[in-house]
């Protein structure tokens, strides 16, 4: 059997779909395996069970149901949803587990599972550690046949969703007048994104609206903005709107074709909420990733930040431990505590919009709310992680970190959650320098890899 840090990588059970453990039999096992962590069996259990349009999503449904239902969990089936929203139902629905089927940003091939437990959170290390001492054990008490569970499908889970995320909004706010360009990856949201912000009065132009199975994120989408970007510009729009393929990211751009990153998005937000007193301990919590120019941004407002490990599950880990309101991703990862317990790009997209129509000037205007610190990313493959504590590597890291502390930068090392590779992110205001530094401290790791 495999291993926590196998299975489950930062955001639930990710890799190629059909080879292992994205397959049919692992799947139902897995299933089975939290079915047994989350059954007490004092009463009826009920999972709900959301997906993304990729063409593998069927396969996982059934296998996963399957697993459920043979624990004796009822089953509900939401169809293609976004993240949040099998969250959000998770909670409304008072069901014992949420699973969202998706590989999020990633292309077709691919695909995964997040749970989400009754509050609606993700699940947390502990919960996984233990869900792997069961799947190693490989013995469940399977229900008997008059306990089996039944499966249905919530043909409304979609209204559902598109009612919570508008009533977010002030009810006399409308998008009446406002163009927008909405990109949706081919994804989760292909319908509920275009729904609500036509509900709300938009004018609408659509990209990534006819998913096909294998077309997602495929040159669209928040990591593929530039399309959206130039749309915007050829149609004369206000802006943009860029969700990834399970809609929990959100990225936009100015009605100059500017793209804004998730820093600058959390900027805006974090703006607002400080001037309206409903930023809670003046705090605003993000990764290590999130921009140097972000962090001076908030330090100037005398607004802390917060960084964390990369990943959005430990973002919120922290807001949920000390109450805060607002946290993100550079990625476009937003959380808005207030209304979710995860990130929505939809959600954050119309509190964005919000900012917009009372400010009544240009998106590129609202946007501009500091300067980014030039940022070099390198990934290194490597074979191990125990070449961190190779001397010579130890020592190019500090030379590095101290040169870039002494250009008012910053270094951070770590090795990819998915993948074999180091990875390095350097920030300095001088870009020459900045990348004289990466360059000697990856050519020292090549060498020892």
Same mark, same amino acid.
């Not at 799947?27 to 069970?49: E, P, S």
């Not at 509050?119 to 306990?147: C, M, W």
């Not at 607002?272 to 007193?277: D, F, P, V």
């Given at each position: 059997m495999?291993s926590?840090?196998?299975l489950?990588? /930062?955001?639930?059970?990710r890799?190629l779909?059909n080879?292992?453990?994205?397959t049919?039999?692992m799947?139902?096992? =897995?299933a089975?395996?939290v079915?047994?962590k989350?059954?007490d069996?004092?009463?009826?259990?009920?999972?709900i069970?959301?997906k993304d349009?990729?063409l593998s999503?069927?396969?996982i449904?059934t &296998?996963l149901?399957?697993?459920?239902?043979?624990?004796g969990m009822?089953?509900s089936l *939401?169809?293609p949803?976004p993240?949040?929203?099998?969250?959000?139902?998770t909670r409304?629905?008072?069901?014992d587990?949420?699973?969202?089927?998706s590989?999020?940003h990633?292309?077709f !091939?691919?695909?995964g599972?997040?749970f989400f437990?009754?509050d609606?959170?993700?699940?947390?290390?502990?919960?996984?550690f233990e869900?792997?001492a069961?799947?190693?054990k490989g013995?469940y008490?399977?229900?008997?046949?008059?306990?089996?569970?039944?499966?249905r499908?919530?043909?409304?889970?979609?209204?559902r969703y598109?009612?919570?995320v508008?009533?977010t909004l002030?009810?006399q706010?409308?998008?009446?007048g406002?163009k927008?360009?909405?990109d949706?990856?081919?994804?989760a949201a292909?319908?509920?994104?275009?729904q609500?912000l036509?509900?709300?009065?938009a004018?609408?132009?659509?990209?990534?609206t006819?998913?096909d199975g294998?077309n997602?994120?495929a040159?669209?989408?928040? /990591?593929?903005?530039k399309?959206m970007?130039?749309t =915007? =510009?050829k149609s004369?729009?206000?802006?943009?709107? &860029?969700?990834d393929g399970?809609?929990d990211?959100l990225?936009?751009?100015d009605?100059k074709?500017t793209?804004? &990153?998730g820093?600058?998005l959390?900027?805006?937000?974090?703006?607002?909420?400080? !001037?309206?007193?409903l930023?809670?301990?003046n705090?605003?919590v993000?990764?290590?990733?999130s921009n140097?120019g972000?962090e001076?941004f908030?330090k100037?407002?005398?607004i802390?930040?917060?960084r964390?490990?990369?990943?959005?599950?430990?973002v919120?880990?922290a807001?949920?431990q000390?109450g805060?309101?607002?946290g993100?991703?550079?990625?476009?990862?937003l959380i808005?505590s207030?209304?979710s317990?995860?990130?929505d790009? *939809?959600?954050?997209?119309?509190?964005?919009l919000r900012?917009f129509i009372?400010?009544q000037?240009?998106?590129?205007? *609202?946007?501009?709310?500091?300067?980014s610190?030039?940022?070099?990313?390198r990934?290194?493959? =490597? &074979?191990?992680?125990?070449?961190?504590n190779? /001397?010579?590597?130890?020592?190019?890291?500090e030379v590095?970190?101290?040169?870039?502390?002494?250009?008012?930068?910053r270094?951070?090392?770590r090795f990819?959650?998915?993948?074999?590779l180091l990875?390095?992110?350097g920030?300095?205001d001088d870009l020459?320098?900045l990348?004289?530094i990466i360059?000697?401290?990856e050519?020292?790791?090549?060498?020892?890899?």
């Amino acid at each position: 059997m495999l291993s926590t840090r196998q299975l489950f990588g /930062t955001d639930g059970i990710r890799g190629l779909a059909n080879k292992a453990p994205i397959t049919p039999e692992m799947m139902l096992q =897995v299933a089975m395996a939290v079915a047994a962590k989350f059954c007490d069996k004092n009463h009826r259990h009920t999972a709900i069970i959301g997906k993304d349009t990729r063409l593998s999503g069927y396969m996982i449904e059934t &296998s996963l149901t399957a697993g459920f239902v043979a624990m004796g969990m009822d089953v509900s089936l *939401l169809g293609p949803i976004p993240t949040p929203s099998v969250a959000m139902l998770t909670r409304s629905m008072r069901a014992d587990l949420g699973v969202m089927i998706s590989a999020s940003h990633n292309l077709f !091939e691919d695909n995964g599972v997040k749970f989400f437990g009754p509050d609606g959170y993700k699940l947390s290390d502990a919960t996984e550690f233990e869900i792997e001492a069961i799947l190693n054990k490989g013995q469940y008490d399977v229900a008997l046949p008059h306990d089996i569970g039944k499966v249905r499908r919530l043909d409304d889970a979609g209204g559902r969703y598109v009612e919570f995320v508008k009533s977010t909004l002030p009810r006399q706010l409308r998008l009446d007048g406002i163009k927008i360009v909405i990109d949706c990856a081919n994804g989760a949201a292909y319908k509920v994104a275009p729904q609500i912000l036509w509900e709300l009065g938009a004018t609408l132009i659509h990209i990534g609206t006819q998913p096909d199975g294998t077309n997602i994120n495929a040159g669209c989408g928040a /990591t593929s903005p530039k399309l959206m970007a130039e749309t =915007v =510009v050829k149609s004369k729009a206000h802006l943009g709107i &860029s969700l990834d393929g399970d809609a929990d990211r959100l990225i936009m751009a100015d009605e100059k074709g500017t793209i804004v &990153s998730g820093d600058h998005l959390m900027a805006i937000l974090a703006k607002s909420m400080h !001037e309206q007193g409903l930023l809670t301990h003046n705090t605003v919590v993000a990764t290590q990733m999130s921009n140097l120019g972000f962090e001076r941004f908030l330090k100037g407002r005398g607004i802390n930040l917060i960084r964390t490990d990369v990943g959005d599950r430990y973002v919120i880990e922290a807001m949920q431990q000390h109450g805060y309101t607002l946290g993100g991703e550079q990625s476009g990862h937003l959380i808005l505590s207030d209304y979710s317990s995860t990130g929505d790009g *939809l959600l954050s997209a119309l509190q964005i919009l919000r900012i917009f129509i009372e400010r009544q000037k240009p998106f590129s205007e *609202l946007a501009t709310v500091f300067s980014s610190v030039p940022q070099l990313l390198r990934n290194v493959r =490597v &074979s191990e992680r125990e070449l961190l504590n190779q /001397t010579t590597i130890v020592n190019a890291i500090e030379v590095a970190k101290q040169k870039l502390e002494t250009n008012q930068g910053r270094l951070l090392v770590r090795f990819s959650g998915t993948e074999p590779l180091l990875r390095l992110m350097g920030e300095a205001d001088d870009l020459a320098a900045l990348t004289k530094i990466i360059d000697d401290l990856e050519q020292v790791i090549v060498k020892a890899s």
